[in-house]
């Protein structure tokens, strides 16, 4: 299977474990990426199930509008059922770094807000340590050069995503070089830096299942305690 066609299978996967959860007037949360829209295309089938959709992204947004899936705004949204996304990474804890499509903050507001993350991923997101995919870290412009210092003096190496500016209309600086043992620890001190809006780390609150596609199908993985 190529890393296309495993993707498509994960996203029919997570709608085939959402639909049980569907109610006419129930919300779902809707990530971003190229994983996520495979799950935005097949959950068309179920459109008429659940009342609508929040996107963490507005690339998500148009794509659930055009295929008639109503978007809400969250502010209109109490609670969200269940959350389907992609993720760059996990670990065995199913902790996450995501941020690759640039959507990390809505992605963890979006989070905050649902009952469920299923996070939906090819296998070659698996990892055994969180770090190998540079972290992104979402920041506010004028910060940017005072927050990229301080991610050097954590043993850091930021670069900054050129031509990149995200829905918020802030700036992402991608670290490399960090192993993340405790990505915990990580996730709490880079947020405590002045400037940075949100950092890419979901380990505080990481996905409640993975559905992870390879080449002998989807397996379902709950995090190990
Ligand atoms: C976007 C994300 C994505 O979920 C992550 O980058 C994975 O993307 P893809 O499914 O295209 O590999 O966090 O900000």
Redesign the pocket.
């Known amino acids: 299977m190529t890393q296309d066609e495993l993707?498509q299978a994960v996203g029919q996967a997570a709608v085939d474990y959402i639909a049980p959860k569907l109610r006419p007037d129930r919300i779902i949360g809707v990530?971003?990426?190229?994983?996520?829209?495979?799950f935005i295309d097949a959950l068309a089938r179920l459109k008429d199930d659940f009342a609508g959709a929040v996107a963490?992204?507005d690339a998500s947004a148009e794509r659930l509008q055009k295929l008639g899936i109503k978007v809400f705004d969250l502010n209109e949204v109490s609670e969200l059922e269940v959350y389907v996304?992609?993720?760059?990474e996990s670990n065995e804890y199913l902790e996450?770094?995501?941020?690759?499509?640039?959507?990390?903050t809505r992605?963890k507001i979006v989070r905050a807000v649902s009952k469920e993350f299923v996070c939906?991923?090819?296998e070659s997101?698996w990892v055994d340590v969180l770090g190998r995919f540079p972290l992104?870290v979402e920041v506010i412009p004028m910060a940017r050069s005072y927050v990229a210092r301080e991610l050097v003096k954590m043993g850091g190496s930021p670069v900054y995503r050129e031509g990149v500016v995200t829905d918020n209309g802030c700036v992402i600086l991608d670290v490399y070089d960090f192993k993340m043992v405790d990505p915990r620890k990580y996730e709490t001190e880079i947020n405590q830096i002045a400037g940075v809006v949100t950092n890419?780390l979901f380990a505080q609150r990481g996905a409640d299942v993975l559905l992870l596609g390879g080449k002998d199908g989807v397996k379902t993985i709950y995090p190990k305690y």
């Open positions: 993707k990530g971003t990426g190229s994983t996520a829209n495979c963490s992204s996304d992609g993720a760059d996450l770094i995501k941020g690759g499509g640039a959507a990390l992605e939906i991923a090819d997101k992104p890419g």
